[in-house]
């Protein structure tokens, strides 16, 4: 599985809410079933938690390095999103977060993957 230890986290910088988007468009895993590489863009969205309350974010270059961890695992599109969702709110205890992986085509199907932690607003999933 990825290495949840190399992901870091820093204080929030404002007690104000705030949404944060990441996206990595290179990511890379492995198809459990047929050993061929997977390519896929992973994005993040999520609101920290206010400063006082112990509110976190997630260091960008140890998001990177985790999701890099993923590269040579036979792991389904669904596992990836879950365990990356899972991982990240372990980490920030964000008020909420949403996790979605858009995978390129492969035989004529592409797919896409939701997954959410907390109480998401309907417009982001």
């Known amino acids: 599985m990825p290495d949840y230890s190399l992901l870091?986290?820093?204080?929030?910088?404002?007690?104000?809410?705030f949404v944060i988007e990441h996206v990595a468009e290179e990511f890379t895993s492995v198809c459990p079933k047929t050993g061929q590489p997977d390519f896929g863009t992973v994005t993040v969205i999520f609101e920290p938690?206010?400063?006082?309350?112990?509110?976190?974010?997630v260091e960008l270059k140890s998001l990177?390095?985790?999701?890099?961890?993923?590269?040579?695992?036979?792991?389904?599109?669904?596992?990836?999103?879950?365990?990356?969702?899972?991982?990240?709110?372990k980490l920030m205890n964000a008020k909420w977060l949403l996790v979605r992986t858009d995978w390129k085509g492969r035989g004529g199907i592409?797919?896409?993957?939701?997954?959410?932690?907390?109480?998401?607003p309907g417009r982001w999933m």
């Open 8 to 17: 870091e986290a820093f204080p929030t910088p404002t007690e104000s809410p």
């Open 49 to 57: 938690r206010g400063g006082k309350v112990g509110g976190v974010c």
């Open 64 to 89: 990177k390095m985790y999701l890099q961890s993923f590269r040579n695992e036979g792991i389904y599109y669904e596992a990836v999103t879950n365990a990356i969702r899972d991982d990240l709110q």
């Open 110 to 120: 592409r797919s896409v993957i939701r997954a959410g932690g907390g109480d998401v």
